[in-house]
């Protein structure tokens, strides 16, 4: 099991990236969460075995349809937080 921070850059607010994300996160038993940045960014929390947060972040590189994904961050967390599902979050933070 391992926990990532994921940091999506470019044109991923208003393609329903929060949506897909969470679509994707739940058929592979990914458990955290998504929102939306107030500097146009997307902000994933994410927990799972390796292979399924492999199979995450490649859907982050290329994101949905209509978005134009510039750059993924990551970093791995040695903390897991123990989520028990994963959400879509409204709330610009």
């Given at each position: 099991?391992?926990?990532?921070?994921?940091?999506?850059?470019?044109?991923?607010?208003?393609?329903?990236?929060?949506?897909?994300?969470?679509?994707?996160?739940?058929?592979?038993?990914?458990?955290?969460?998504?929102?939306?940045?107030?500097?146009?960014?997307?902000?994933?929390?994410?927990?799972?075995?390796?292979?399924?947060?492999?199979?995450?972040?490649?859907?982050?590189?290329?994101?949905?349809?209509?978005?134009?994904?510039?750059e993924?961050?990551?970093?791995?967390?040695?903390?897991?937080?123990?989520?028990?599902?994963?959400?879509a979050?409204?709330?610009?933070?």
């Amino acid at each position: 099991m391992k926990h990532l921070n994921i940091l999506v850059k470019g044109k991923v607010q208003g393609v329903y990236f929060r949506a897909s994300t969470k679509a994707v996160a739940d058929q592979l038993g990914v458990k955290g969460f998504v929102f939306n940045q107030a500097d146009g960014a997307v902000y994933i929390e994410a927990e799972g075995d390796a292979l399924a947060l492999d199979f995450l972040l490649d859907f982050c590189k290329e994101g949905p349809y209509d978005a134009e994904v510039e750059e993924v961050q990551v970093t791995e967390s040695t903390e897991l937080k123990g989520f028990s599902n994963f959400e879509a979050i409204k709330k610009v933070k």
